[in-house]
């Protein structure tokens, strides 16, 4: 995480000094000062810990919330990362929270990077909804996802993806509007789904009593993968951040919630 407590204030790992007495947000144990010159600066929990706050986390992920903070600073919004929203629907830690220029509109961006359940993807979003700050999901462009992109006009495409459980629910939630960031940059890209056709090569054999038999020769649809084209890339710059309403909306898979969600569009 790259924030903790100290004396009861609120510092960033990045201009604190090793030495000090930190603690975790969350649970309160004491958490330690992780600087160097190879990756970000953090506080990581002393183990043993059984905090949420400290299972999952990952060097892209922090990298991400720093970049997109660092954008939407510059371009005159009021930005931070790691910021607490309370709501009656259970409190949130948000990535990264915005703040419109003039403080009158909010809005949270949740970095995806680790697996999570149905459930537990709309209660978080619920809670943000109860809270009026509007939540955009939004996944890394990890560096494995960078290896299998291939160029295509106008972005990249990445073949044999494996869409994953949390990838469905947002790009349902948002009409399916899915972004990811570069936390190289904080750039962004715009997904989209399609199917990954499979090609059956033909095959052709001879029976005992010599008629010759064929097989093949087709394309089926993949049940396991998907073509994932990203657009892009976009700099904060270049995107509007917004607003939409949502209905509630239920499958036998999984729920949508009803309320304002956070949207970003190309200007």
């Not at 949740?110 to 996944?139: C, D, F, M, N």
């Not at 494995?144 to 044999?160: L, N």
């Not at 020769?217 to 993949?222: A, K, N, V, W």
Request: charged fraction near 20%; aromatic fraction near 10%; charge should be positive.
């Amino acid at each position: 995480m790259l924030t903790a407590n100290w004396n009861g204030l609120r510092v960033e790992a990045a201009i604190s000094a090793k030495g000090y007495a930190y603690h975790c947000p969350c649970c309160g144990q004491p958490v330690t000062l992780r600087k160097g010159q190879i990756k970000i600066a953090h506080f990581a929990h002393k183990p043993p810990t059984d905090c949420s706050w400290a299972k999952g986390e990952t060097a892209e992920h922090r990298e991400a919330k720093v970049a997109l903070r660092d954008a939407f600073r510059r371009i005159s919004y009021i930005a931070d990362y790691e910021v607490e929203v309370l709501s009656i629907q259970g409190d949130r830690r948000a990535d990264v929270l915005i703040t419109s220029p003039d403080g009158q509109r909010q809005w949270a961006l949740e970095i995806q990077h680790t697996p999570i359940l149905y459930p537990a993807i709309e209660a978080r979003t619920k809670a943000y909804i109860a809270a009026q700050v509007p939540v955009l999901w939004v996944g890394i462009l990890s560096s494995d996802m960078k290896a299998g992109a291939k160029p295509t006009p106008g972005g990249v495409v990445i073949r044999k993806y494996t869409i994953r459980p949390w990838e469905k629910w947002a790009q349902a939630l948002a009409f399916k509007e899915l972004w990811y960031v570069d936390p190289s940059d904080g750039t962004l890209w715009r997904g989209e789904f399609s199917e990954h056709m499979i090609h059956v090569e033909s095959t052709s054999w001879f029976e005992s009593g010599g008629v010759e038999q064929s097989a093949g020769g087709y394309s089926r649809q993949s049940k396991r993968w998907r073509t994932l084209t990203l657009r892009g890339p976009y700099g904060v710059n270049q995107l509007a951040i917004g607003t939409k309403w949502r209905k509630a909306w239920s499958s036998p898979v999984f729920s949508l919630p009803q309320g304002l969600i956070a949207s970003l569009t190309v200007v």
